[in-house]
């Protein structure tokens, strides 16, 4: 079976496309106009071993933050299309990264269960975009993959170290839940996800 998603989402705000494989072959090609933004979807899509074709634009002249909330939206539901109804996935995983100081850890259920816990201290700049921006695009991913996730900083001073290692873990962790185990049925003892 084939576990591709494609995703179109045209706004006002924004225009963003997204196409991912889970068994592809670590081709990505990112754009969205915020170079730190593509920088860290390439680091989800690289760690988390599948495919990503990401195009993205908007009202830049505005902020950012209707780019990065929308990235989160258009990534969440093409991971969930590409998962069908996520029989036979590990559905659980939890990674850490580190990157110089800084050490984070997620933990992620691809129970179709959305909830974030984003216990990332950081604020000012990262790049261009203000670091309150991120945790919009960790939410709208989680609500819009059907995902559990809790992401924790362990340590760290430089921001970009910090946010780095987030996405870096999440990519990771991302491998391992969307990992086909070969088992039937979906992973729920209650017979159903959600």
């Known amino acids: 079976m084939s576990r591709k998603g494609q995703v179109t989402r045209k706004s006002k705000e924004t225009q963003l496309s997204a196409k991912v494989e889970l068994d592809g072959r670590g081709r990505i090609h990112v754009s969205t106009g915020l170079p730190f933004v593509d920088h860290m979807l390439e680091q989800v899509?690289?760690?988390?071993?599948?495919?990503?074709?990401?195009?993205?634009?908007?009202?830049?002249?505005?902020?950012?933050?209707?780019?990065?909330?929308?990235?989160?939206?258009?990534?969440?539901?093409?991971?969930?299309?590409?998962?069908?109804?996520?029989?036979?996935?590990?559905?659980f995983a939890f990674a850490y990264a580190p990157?110089?100081?800084?050490?984070?850890?997620?933990?992620?259920?691809?129970?179709?269960?959305?909830?974030?816990?984003?216990?990332?201290?950081?604020?000012?700049?990262?790049?261009?975009?203000?670091?309150?921006?991120?945790?919009?695009?960790?939410?709208?991913?989680?609500?819009?993959?059907?995902a559990t996730i809790h992401v924790d900083v362990i340590r760290g001073r430089n921001r970009h170290h910090i946010v780095e290692s987030t996405f870096k873990a999440l990519g990771l962790a991302l491998r391992e839940a969307m990992n086909a185990t070969g088992a039937s049925g979906v992973p729920s003892s209650k017979g159903m996800l959600g």
Do not use: K, M
């Open 99 to 146: 990157l110089d100081e800084a050490l984070a850890r997620v933990v992620i259920d691809l129970g179709r269960r959305p909830f974030l816990s984003y216990n990332v201290a950081v604020r000012g700049r990262v790049g261009a975009l203000e670091s309150e921006v991120v945790e919009e695009f960790w939410r709208a991913l989680s609500i819009h993959l059907g």
């Open 45 to 91: 899509a690289r760690y988390g071993g599948f495919d990503l074709t990401f195009r993205g634009a908007g009202d830049l002249h505005v902020d950012p933050h209707h780019l990065v909330e929308d990235a989160g939206i258009v990534v969440g539901q093409a991971l969930s299309q590409a998962l069908g109804d996520r029989a036979g996935i590990a559905r």
